[in-house]
């Protein structure tokens, strides 16, 4: 679909890798002036440069250097909260260090975020919010409980954004991608035997690319999306619908990438 975001202001925290860089990418190409928030070790300059954007040191758990790159810009129309981290350790093996810098970043920083944001977003240009939250956000997937807790934090702050932002015309929507390619997850897609079975539990038989997130953001940024606020959109290829799992290997075929039967008809 061909979304027209010409004229538009558009801050993506994360910008410079996976699926922020395909949002902010997706939103340069639909017209609109975008603004990249990253940690400088990132070279978020270098990367906005590619299509157009313009980059800011970023990190969201400091809240000065948040509210600094807000400043050093125009007022946004639409803020995208994608900006995380997540790394694995089992509930007795995750340190007190882990757990504050994964809350500091999915949850403190998208408070940060999305308090600045609004602040700057009381006008009537159409705002919009979008978080990137996750099917975490509502499961329990083992040896991820920091990254879990970070991100069902986030429906909170959903839900309530959205109370309190709606009266002066602000949506705030998120988006829960499942498994979907990006560097963050790329010791899943390296390894056949583990998607091969984590593959088994969704529908569509294969795992998500960055930019299938990106066509959910800019739809719920969009004015398609005019009177939706306070929802989550799944975008994980029904992974969540499938709960004792889709594919049988014992008459479908896992080929390296995604599940097929075996025979089209029955
Ligand atoms: N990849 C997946 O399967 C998946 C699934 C569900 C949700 N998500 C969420 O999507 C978002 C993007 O993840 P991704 O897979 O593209 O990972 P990624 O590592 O490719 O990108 C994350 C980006 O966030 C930036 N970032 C991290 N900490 C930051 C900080 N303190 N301040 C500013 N920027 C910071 C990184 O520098 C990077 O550019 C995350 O919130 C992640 O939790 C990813």
């Not at 109370?163 to 390894?191: D, H, M, Q, W």
């Not at 719920?220 to 005019?226: C, N, P, R």
């Not at 799944?234 to 799992?245: E, I, P, R, T, W």
Request: some cysteine; proline content about 5%.
């Amino acid at each position: 679909m061909a979304f027209d975001f010409c004229g538009r202001r558009v801050v993506v925290t994360g910008g410079a890798n996976g699926i922020g860089l395909s949002v902010a990418q997706s939103f340069a190409a639909a017209g609109a002036t975008v603004r990249i928030f990253d940690l400088p070790g990132e070279g978020p300059s270098a990367v906005a440069q590619t299509f157009g954007a313009q980059a800011y040191a970023v990190d969201v758990s400091d809240r000065q250097s948040l509210a600094d790159a807000f400043a050093a810009g125009e007022d946004p129309d639409v803020v995208v909260v994608n900006a995380g981290i997540g790394r694995q350790a089992s509930l007795l093996e995750t340190s007190p260090d882990l757990w504050n810098r994964t809350l500091a970043t999915n949850l403190t920083g998208a408070f940060h975020t999305v308090q600045l944001a609004a602040s700057r977003m009381m006008h009537d240009r159409r705002p919009a919010i979008v978080l990137v939250a996750s099917t975490n956000s509502f499961d329990g997937e083992a040896d991820l409980i920091a990254y879990n807790a970070s991100k069902a934090g986030l429906l909170g702050l959903v839900h309530t954004a959205a109370n309190e932002l709606g009266p002066y015309g602000i949506r705030v929507n998120a988006v829960c991608p499942g498994l979907i390619r990006t560097r963050l997850t790329a010791s899943y897609f390296s390894k056949p035997e583990v998607i091969a079975d984590y593959f088994r539990h969704i529908p569509l038989g294969r795992g998500g690319e960055p930019g299938e997130v990106a066509q959910a953001v800019l739809f719920l940024a969009s004015d398609l999306a005019s009177y939706i606020t306070g929802t989550t959109l799944f975008v994980d290829g029904g992974q969540m619908a499938s709960k004792f799992g889709t594919w049988n290997p014992a008459s479908d075929a896992f080929d390296g990438q995604a599940w097929r039967r075996r025979q089209k008809q029955p």
